[in-house]
């Protein structure tokens, strides 16, 4: 509120120095100057402050308070011959004097800090990671009478539906320990000792992420090839009409359809309709169920020993009540029974990692080659194998955690110690009422770079950012193949439609076109331009309408478009739509209010009235689904109220709600039509165009994950940089994906005139099938790493040319689907699926295998899983490869009733299809 108080000062004082100057004498000067300097610098100050607020989100709320000052000050009193400081001082010191009441009540009543809210998202994360293995060892490893796994679809949907909350809540938690970094908290541990803490909680998340997926198609596969048998004893000697009959009952299960991409080895006439070659799976589950059931509950009581242990040092919130319960139930001859064989954490890590020893036993004695029952399989150990790694890790960082602070201490008070800028950078992620939590993603970084992405340019400073980041050693080592290799690249960093050009004058103006094409600056110009129209009445040289403005609270329309302009016009638009509901709803409360206490002769009458009123109003603002009409209308009320009470303007009590009321509806009209006739943006527009990015670097991601694996040497230079180049390229586009499925929620309530109701389910399956093919990639390229050198050289380089080929078609597939979402254009009749390719790379290296088998391993068997796990993480990586195609084909599937498809009339019907 500083600046602009002074710079609002320098301007009024600016304006007596030039109406003293005509009434001296100087008549040539203009008669409305004072108007044309207050105008001027009011749109200046309007702008600025509007840039500025989006440009930092730390100031998207207090620039509410730092508007306020030039709305009154340079619309009332600008031509007055005499400059008095209370002018300026008057209008901001009550905000002041306010704002130090509610921090003051904050601060003694139930303090509620970011790092509360950050402890109470960690022990959800926390929670929900406990809930899926206590579900998954309880409910979906059943100890029936074979011992496998249930193949119940109902449990594998709410598998889905627990892994879905676990990774909305880990968003959630990254955002909480994000916002408490910078904010000043009251807890017994600093946020920013979390960090270690944080971060393995999240690879936890990803792990049984995977795991969940796996345990979830087996549940899946397992039920297809129940469906399967049962028809294969009902049916016998089945013909045509038979199959086409179980083809219907299989699309009537949810869910099951899918799996038809694993149907390749057809035997008889009952194989062609279903997944023959996963009926071996359930032997392979069977194997390994007993460790994964041990394993499941050492983890859970890990767990469960780690929430209790961080409950009771205050580093988490509310499980010290549950823990009576918890200790009640570890204590019971049931759970000392089931846990007398895990002793600790490492023990159970062992078995789990024994089954390695099993699994190539079986690979052995049955000469088999890999299929992809193995792939699966083997993702399940190796999630799970990586999910109690991380599980050890986590003990420890707790430990040093909590080794911050003595037992017992009291909680102490923690400021940010980071750079301004960085800070202002940072804003908070749940101002109810003022925003919705979804339009926080406008204001990110992330939008303005999918906006104004350059070409290749990214992509150029990403790589030379990894080069400077790279060791020297490595470096030097490299030095002439990072010549050849590198030499010509800087010619290569921009294609030739972004090519900028080589003058001085060309660099100036791009660097003015890309600030005036940036969110900030449309924003602060559309802000400016709102405001000004709203106070022109203010400073126009027509007689007395400057008197009407100021008589008539011309400033609160300036005060309700403040209020409702937001970033994209359909906010805009809902926003509009809850200030006149909510200004009427507050306007005629503060009526009764001031009708009931006769004015101000009855004060107490009004504060008892105004105290009722307020439990509803604050009800919409923090337990509804419509917050803004509570904040808009406690405003009103306490404008009604306070203007009504007081009676400067000597007006009758009705008189402030009408105008209220009719100033609301000129400043909503205006705003709309501003944000509509410039630069206007819609979020489903910027969700849309957000999604067909992501899907073209995600196949950018695919190749060069795929590239990783081609290499032999995992020390050159070549590995090294584009691993680091993955490893950040993932980060974004998680961040990405979370920016566009902020951006769907905001695309739910924009209207849509001439056309059918949004589609958000088909977005929303997008962003789901995209969030488990970034996964399944992250998966690939974490396996990847620990393949032996042996297999590379044996297995996985004489496939090169192939796996480019796959790569290839998987980056063109998503290529096309992102230019149809780009483009809102039609796909082609038959999109470049990947499936062919993968499948016969994959049927080329499993034989590889087998021939290679005596070589890979010896024949005696083997003593120790360190020996058997080359096999795993091969296998695992295929796996990804395996959900990345078929995930890939279902949002085609999607795009494709989104967008539409063309189709040949002339050609045959099932074109498509075939």
């Known amino acids: 509120m500083i600046i602009p108080a002074i710079w609002s000062a320098v301007l009024v004082y600016l304006c007596t120095l030039y109406n003293r100057a005509r009434l001296n004498g100087h008549e040539e000067l203009y008669s409305n100057g004072a108007g044309v300097i207050a105008g001027i610098g009011f749109g200046i100050s309007m702008m600025g402050v509007a840039y500025y607020r989006l440009k930092y989100p730390r100031l998207y709320i207090p620039a509410f308070q730092g508007f306020t000052t030039p709305m009154f000050a340079l619309t009332k009193g600008i031509y007055e011959t005499s400059f008095n400081i209370m002018s300026i001082v008057g209008i901001f010191y009550p905000i002041i004097m306010g704002g130090a009441l509610a921090l003051l009540i904050n601060i003694v009543l139930w303090p509620a800090t970011a790092s509360k809210s950050f402890e109470t998202s960690l022990e959800d994360v926390l929670c929900s990671i406990n809930q899926i293995l206590d579900f998954v060892h309880t409910d979906m490893l059943k100890n029936d009478d074979t011992g496998i796994m249930a193949g119940d ?62 345990i979830e198609k087996e549940a899946r596969i397992m039920l297809d090839i129940k469906i399967s048998r049962q028809l294969e004893e009902s049916y016998r000697g089945i013909d045509d009409e038979k199959i086409a009959e179980y083809n219907t009952l299989r699309q009537r299960q949810p869910g099951v359809n899918n799996l038809n991409a694993y149907s390749t080895h057809m035997t008889n006439s009952l194989s062609a309709s279903h997944p023959i070659k996963y009926l071996h799976i359930i032997h392979l589950q069977n194997l390994i169920q007993p460790e994964l059931k041990q394993f499941l ?103 040093e955690l909590l080794g911050h602070r003595k037992p017992g201490s009291w909680s102490r008070l923690f400021f940010p110690r980071v750079p301004l800028k960085k800070w202002l950078s940072r804003g908070g992620n749940d101002n109810k009422g003022e925003h919705d939590p979804s339009e926080q993603t406008l204001f990110s970084k992330e939008l303005e770079r999918v906006e104004t992405r350059p070409g290749l340019r990214s992509e150029a400073s990403s790589t030379s950012e990894l080069r400077d980041t790279l060791d020297l050693t490595n470096r030097r080592e490299s030095n002439s193949s990072l010549e050849s290799n590198y030499g010509d690249f800087a010619d290569e960093e921009y294609p030739l439609q972004n090519a900028p050009g080589k003058h001085v004058w060309n660099q ?127 405003l009103t009320l306490s404008v009604i109220v306070s203007t009504g009470y007081s009676n400067n303007t000597n007006e009758s009590l009705f008189d402030p709600v009408w105008k209220r009321t009719v100033t609301s509806i000129i400043a909503v009209l205006v705003v709309m039509i501003v944000d509509n006739l410039f630069w206007p943006v819609w979020a489903r527009e910027v969700m849309r165009k957000q999604l067909a990015a992501l899907l073209n670097e995600t196949g950018i991601q695919y190749s060069k994950v795929a590239s990783l694996v081609c290499q032999e040497n995992t020390s050159s230079y070549r590995y090294q940089s584009t691993l680091a180049d993955t490893t950040t390229q993932s980060k974004r586009l998680w961040a990405q994906l979370q920016s566009a499925r902020a951006m769907l929620q905001l695309s739910c309530t924009e209207p849509r005139v001439s056309k059918a109701p949004f589609p958000i389910e088909s977005y929303q399956k997008i962003i789901e099938h995209e969030q488990k093919i970034l996964y399944w990639i992250n998966h690939m390229m974490r396996a990847q790493k620990l393949i032996r050198p042996e297999v590379r050289k044996g297995i996985m380089n004489p496939m090169n040319p192939h796996r480019k080929i796959m790569a290839s078609i998987v980056h063109l597939y998503l290529f096309t689907l992102s230019g149809s979402l780009g483009t809102k254009s039609a796909l082609p009749a038959s999109l470049p699926s990947a499936e062919e390719a993968r499948r016969k790379l994959q049927q080329r290296q499993a034989e590889l295998w087998k021939e290679q088998y005596d070589t890979l391993y010896s024949m005696d068997t083997p003593k120790s899983h360190t020996e058997c796990d080359m096999m795993v993480y091969w296998h695992t990586y295929a796996a990804g490869s395996v959900e990345v195609v078929m995930e890939q084909e279902a949002i085609g599937s999607v795009v494709a009733k989104l967008m539409g498809q ?7 019907k099932d074109w498509i299809e075939t």
């Open 153 to 214: 679809l109902e449990l594998a949907r709410k598998l889905s539906t627990m892994s879905s909350k676990l990774q909305a809540e880990m968003t959630k938690m990254n955002k909480a320990w994000s916002e408490a970094k910078y904010e000043v908290v009251v807890s017994h541990f600093y946020p920013r000792w979390y960090k270690e803490t944080v971060h393995s909680v999240e690879a936890l998340c990803q792990n049984m992420l995977g795991f969940s997926l796996a």
């Open 297 to 399: 509950r050492a983890c859970k009581n890990i767990m469960e020993d780690i929430r209790v242990k961080m409950a009771e040092r205050k580093a988490i919130p509310g499980y010290r009540t549950q823990s009576k319960n918890s200790l009640s139930a570890r204590t019971s001859p049931e759970f000392l029974q089931g846990t007398e064989s895990v002793c600790s954490l490492d023990k159970a890590l062992g078995d789990i990692k024994a089954t390695y020893i099993l699994l190539h036993r079986e690979f052995k004695d049955r000469s088999m080659t890999p299929m992809e029952e193995h792939y699966l399989v083997y993702t399940i150990v190796f999630t799970l194998i990586e999910f109690g790694k991380e599980m050890k890790n986590l003990e420890v960082f707790v430990d």
């Open 508 to 634: 100036w103006l791009r660097s003015l076109f890309d600030f005036f094409e940036s969110g900030p600056t449309r924003y602060a110009i559309k802000y400016g331009l709102v405001t000004e129209i709203l106070a022109l009445m203010a400073w126009l040289p027509i007689p007395g309408v400057n008197q009407l403005y100021n008589e008539n609270h011309g400033q609160w329309a300036l005060l309700s478009a403040m209020v409702v302009f937001n970033y994209t016009v359909g906010s805009t638009m809902q926003q509009c739509f809850y200030r006149i509901i909510a200004t009427i709803l507050g306007a005629v409360c503060g009526y009764i209010a001031l009708l009931a206490g006769n004015r101000n002769e009855n004060p107490y009458v009004i504060a008892v009235l105004v105290l009722v009123f307020q439990i509803p109003l604050w009800y919409f603002l923090l337990g509804s689904a419509y917050p803004r009409i509570g904040f808009i209308s406690l």
């Open 902 to 908: 063309h189709i040949f009339r002339a050609a045959t």
